[in-house]
């Protein structure tokens, strides 16, 4: 049979219909593999915790997992920082042969542990402070206090009858002495009989008696003096302290600064400034006796 001519031009019509239409576009097929496009998900922190070696960790760490967690780690924060501290200890082979366990007991750092217990403790710090503040502690100062008549009975035995305080005076200028007084010119002394009393005055030729000595005029007293930082209620509380400390119980004793009153003061002063001796009242409770002592200023000098 003898092959078609191709050269030929097709008479048909059918034909010449089929050349002239568009020849359809073939789409490649593609492979199910090139079609899938695999992204990869893990971030830099989690091949962080893939990578490293094999810790076993002893202790509870914030950011890294409980106690007894297998987890990697950089080998610096190991050699550094966790194995000195006894934070965590090497799994190296025969440790693992040890604990019965494989390469598969690896698990990753838990990032997320200790918020938690964070938070809890901030809790707790936040109630500690509301306790703090709270006028809570009044029970507990009265525990540690000792009650009004021990106090009462251990300012009595204890206390001294005089206590002493010392302080700088300040320096009181001295008046100018005054000009001496012209001498007065002496008269020969007159001749005595022996039948006169010694305290019998002699008549002079011109009528006038023998001069008495002139009487010594008097020394004026000394007035107070003051001194460089006053005296104050504390001030006596303090050296009342330091007496009690002798005794196991002093320091268990309350007293305040409005337990003392200083009597002796000048009108409108409430503490002492001068030297002297001054009477105090010290007030162990209400409704008890106060203890009277004496307080006593005297010059550092």
């Known amino acids: 049979m003898a092959a ?11 034909c010449l219909r089929q050349l002239s239409r568009p020849a359809p576009m073939r789409m490649p097929i593609a492979s199910p593999v090139s079609s899938i496009q695999i992204r990869s998900r893990t971030t830099k922190a989690e091949l962080e915790d893939l990578q490293g070696i094999p810790v076993r960790l002893t202790k509870d760490i914030i950011g890294f997992g409980r106690k007894h967690a297998i987890i990697r780690v950089k080998p610096g924060r190991m050699r550094n920082f966790w194995f000195p501290k006894g934070q965590a200890e090497y799994m190296t082979r025969n440790r693992f042969k040890e604990l019965g366990l494989t390469d598969a007991a690896v698990g990753v750092r838990d990032r997320t542990f200790g918020s938690k217990i964070m938070v809890d403790e901030e809790k707790k710090e936040a109630r500690k402070k509301v306790v703090v503040e709270e006028p809570v502690s009044q029970k507990k100062k009265e525990t540690l206090t000792l009650p009004p008549e021990e106090t009462l009975s251990l300012l009595t035995t204890i206390l001294p009858p005089t ?16 000009p001496p007084e012209p001498p007065v010119p002496q008269q020969p002394a ?6 006169l009393a010694a305290n019998a005055s002699i008549s002079r030729p011109d009528g006038s008696s023998e001069p008495e ?22 001030d006596i509380l303090h050296v009342i302290k330091e ?14 600064e ?13 503490r002492i400034k001068r030297l002297g001796t001054f009477k105090v009242e010290i007030l162990a409770g209400k409704g008890l006796e106060p203890v009277i002592r004496t307080v006593e200023v005297v010059s550092d000098q």
């Not at 078609?4 to 059918?14: D, E, H, K, V, Y």
Request: contains cysteine; glycine residues 10%; hydrophobic residues 40%.
């Open 163 to 178: 206590l002493t305080i010392a302080r700088k005076p300040i320096a009181v200028p001295t008046p100018a002495a005054a």
């Open 4 to 14: 078609p001519s191709l050269g030929r031009s097709p008479t048909c019509l059918n």
């Open 258 to 270: 409005e337990s003392i009153k200083i009597f002796g003061l000048e009108e409108g002063e409430d």
């Open 213 to 234: 000595a002139p009487a010594a005029a008097p020394e004026p007293a000394p007035g107070p003096v003051a001194i460089f930082g006053s005296v104050s209620t504390g």
């Open 243 to 256: 007496a009690l400390t002798v005794d196991s119980q002093g320091g268990r004793v309350a007293l305040e």
């Open 190 to 195: 007159m001749p005595r009989s022996p039948s």
